[in-house]
């Protein structure tokens, strides 16, 4: 029996087809707060030719602007793709609670893979994780996206 997928994930991957429907590499965030939706982004580095476009990146200051506050302590973030090490070293300035992500990434994550910024001795606030949740959908995304770039 499958479990079913959280509505923030659900709502995670509507961001990230959005992306790719936009050109950019499928990755949606969102940022809840006891449950509520507080911040939601998809990459949007080609958009706004900027590299630090991050969904992850954008949703955390998103979330700081709606809350006026720069800690989002009791926030979590659902992102579709494990984040990478700017985007973890965002999530650990940002003091979120709780991080959950879809897709493991093992070129470019920074969480569970390559530098994983929380298991630093100088990371000064290390999230809850929890991955694999919509890891096939997201993967999927991922891989859709990406044959259909090198066809």
């Given amino acids: 029996m499958a479990i079913p997928l959280p509505p923030a994930m659900h709502r995670?991957?509507?961001l990230a087809q959005a992306a790719a429907?936009?050109?950019e590499v499928p990755v949606g965030a969102v940022i809840l707060r006891d449950?509520?939706?507080?911040a939601a982004a998809s990459n949007a580095m080609r958009q706004l030719n900027d590299p630090t476009a991050h969904a992850e990146i954008?949703?955390?200051r998103a979330a700081a602007e709606a809350l006026g506050q720069l800690r989002l302590e009791d926030c979590e973030l659902w992102v579709t793709l494990e984040p990478c090490a700017m985007c973890a070293g965002a999530i650990a300035q940002a003091r979120l609670a709780r991080v959950y992500y879809a897709a493991p990434d093992p070129k470019g994550g920074g969480v569970d893979h390559g530098p994983r910024i929380f298991a630093q001795p100088t990371c000064h606030h290390r999230p809850e994780v929890y991955s694999g949740l919509g890891e096939s959908l997201a993967a999927d995304q991922l891989r859709r996206f990406?044959?259909?770039k090198r066809s």
């Fill in 146 to 148: 990406f044959a259909a």
């Fill in 35 to 38: 449950g509520v939706e507080i």
């Fill in 58 to 60: 954008l949703a955390i």
């Fill in 21 to 23: 429907d936009a050109g």
């Fill in 12 to 14: 995670a991957l509507q």
